[in-house]
């Protein structure tokens, strides 16, 4: 099967490691994965601060670069999001604004073959152990877009629970928003501090050594909220754990 990862801005900017880990462990499991190099942000930035109409031509060159392929696999809830399910609102609106059908048209087909890294290993390959070896204790973070937006579901949790070696733990109040929520955190720093806060408070009193998450723009938010409080826990992508094996390990 021949993929394309669609990496996303912060992690091609900030997280180039969780791109390298999306490689290694899907061409372990047997899968050809190509990284088109026109990729560009998918417009979920402008789309969300309200510069719809600025979003459509990123949408459109998303459709361009990524539309040949059999499957996009991203490992980014909120950038898998996105494309699901505002594309085709996008699309829609055009229509009700008297600007025909085109735009729809050209964004329907890369919709449905848009998944979340976590989405593709248990729907499309049909793995939940994918061979990792993670000797730590870990407790896992649903983010928003991921868990409203995706419906991902238990999906993380049992690809998780196979790992070799991991022990994951509850983290209480799970299904609450981190603080981060993209320019929510900057319009509204100081419940974007707070949220974040009670966010690592709860995950601090699990005794987990890692949180984990599925999508870095909030482990971004969550890790820096961890470094001022000087916790000792780690922030770790999904992608980085169920990467790793006991030949090639993850720190």
Do not use: W
């Not at 407790?139 to 949790?157: A, E, F, K, S, V």
């Amino acid at each position: 099967m021949r993929v394309a990862l669609f990496l996303t801005c912060v992690n091609d900017t900030l997280y180039p490691d969780t791109g390298r880990a999306v490689v290694k462990l899907l061409t372990r499991l047997g899968v050809e994965v190509d990284f088109p190099m026109a990729q560009t942000c998918c417009g979920q930035a402008h789309y969300n601060t309200g510069y719809r109409h600025e979003a459509e031509p990123l949408a459109r060159h998303f459709s361009d670069v990524f539309g040949e392929y059999e499957a996009i696999v991203t490992p980014s809830g909120s950038c898998g999001a996105m494309v699901r399910e505002l594309y085709p609102r996008m699309g829609e609106r055009a229509r009700a604004e008297g600007r025909g059908d085109a735009l729809a048209a050209t964004l329907a087909p890369v919709v449905p073959k848009t998944y979340e890294l976590t989405e593709f290993l248990v729907d499309v390959l049909g793995v939940t152990d994918v061979g990792a070896y993670y000797p730590h204790t870990v407790t896992y973070h649903p983010t928003c877009h991921g868990l409203r937006g995706l419906g991902l579901g238990d999906r993380p949790r049992r690809l998780l629970q196979a790992v070799e070696g991991l022990e994951l733990v509850e983290l209480p109040g799970a299904d609450e928003c981190c603080g981060f929520g993209g320019t929510f955190a900057l319009k509204n720093a100081d419940v974007s501090a707070a949220m974040g806060t009670d966010k690592v408070r709860n995950a601090e009193a699990t005794g987990a050594e890692v949180l984990c998450a599925a999508d870095n723009s909030c482990l971004m938010h969550i890790g820096g909220t961890m470094t001022r409080l000087r916790t000792g826990m780690r922030p770790v992508h999904l992608a980085e754990i169920l990467a790793s094996t006991e030949r090639e390990p993850a720190l």
